[in-house]
Structures are given as structure tokens and as C-alpha cells.
């Protein structure tokens, strides 16, 4: 499941995204917009500052934009940023492979094999969205 952190995340920068270049929204703006606690919303924008993806001005007319264009920045990486990995199991993970203890043979396994499968999937659609272009609906088969 998505946290509600990642989901503040993501509508946060979504949000910045429509803001015109060299404009900045102040948290308190961002929050009301998003619907996210004021304090909670202000550690997101700070880890997101940390990692890059926001720049901030102090000030009156200060606040925060994004340090890169919107078209970069994927759906994929914030859930990464603040989930963690896509795929449901260790074993089925990219970016933190580990093999489950009770699994004697990982190529071999079924239940891997479809993990990997569903992570492939959920990251064709996660990564191929931007905070700049989301996806249209996909159609449920």
C-alpha cells in the first residue's frame, strides 16, 4: 500500500509542478492546496530538498520549486524516495534484492516469478508517469 507520506509527496510536487517558472509556493499554500498537515508536509519538503528535487528561498516571498523540470521527475522515484521499493517481496526487488530465508530455490520459484512479473508492471506505469504528465487511465483486464 502507498503510505499517506508518499501521497503528500507526490501531490505536493505535482502541485509545485503547475506553479510557472521561477514562482514559488510557501508550505503553508502547498498544504492548504494538498490537504496536508502544515508540519508533516514541511519534513516532505525538506527530505525532498535534501535529495534534489526541490530548491527553497527564505523570505516573504519565499518557498519552495523544483530543482529540476517536472517532465524528470517520475511517480516512480518519490514512491522509491519515501516507500521504498516497488516489488512486494525482497526477492522480487530491484533496488533491494535480498533472497527470502525460506525459499530453497529462488530461480526457481513460482511465487518469484510472478512478484517480478507484477513489479515490472507496476514500474512500467509508475515510471512512465511524471509529476508533470500523469498517465491516462489504463484499462482493467
Known amino acids: 500500500m502507498l503510505s499517506q507520506r508518499a501521497k503528500y509527496t507526490i501531490r505536493a510536487m505535482q502541485e509545485l509542478a503547475k506553479a510557472p517558472a521561477g514562482e ?6 502547498l498544504a492548504e492546496r494538498i490537504k496536508a498537515p502544515l ?8 527530505e525532498l530538498r535534501r535529495e534534489g528535487l526541490l530548491i527553497s528561498r527564505r523570505g516573504r516571498s519565499g518557498g519552495y520549486a523544483l530543482a529540476k523540470p517536472a517532465d524528470l521527475i517520475s511517480i ?3 514512491i522509491r524516495l519515501v ?3 516497488l516489488a512486494l517481496t525482497t526477492c522480487a526487488s ?3 534484492y ?3 530465508e525460506d525459499c530453497p530455490t529462488p530461480e526457481d520459484c513460482q ?4 512478484l517480478v512479473s507484477a513489479r515490472d508492471a507496476v514500474a512500467r506505469v509508475l515510471e512512465g508517469a511524471t509529476i508533470a504528465r500523469p498517465i491516462p487511465n489504463l484499462p482493467v483486464t
Open 111 to 114: 511465487l518469484r516469478n510472478i
Open 83 to 85: 516507500d521504498g521499493p
Open 98 to 100: 535480498a533472497e527470502c
Open 94 to 96: 530491484r533496488t533491494a
Open 76 to 78: 516512480a522515484d518519490l
Open 39 to 46: 508540519h508533516f508536509l514541511e519534513g516532505i519538503l525538506l
Open 24 to 29: 514559488t509556493l510557501q508550505a503553508g499554500e
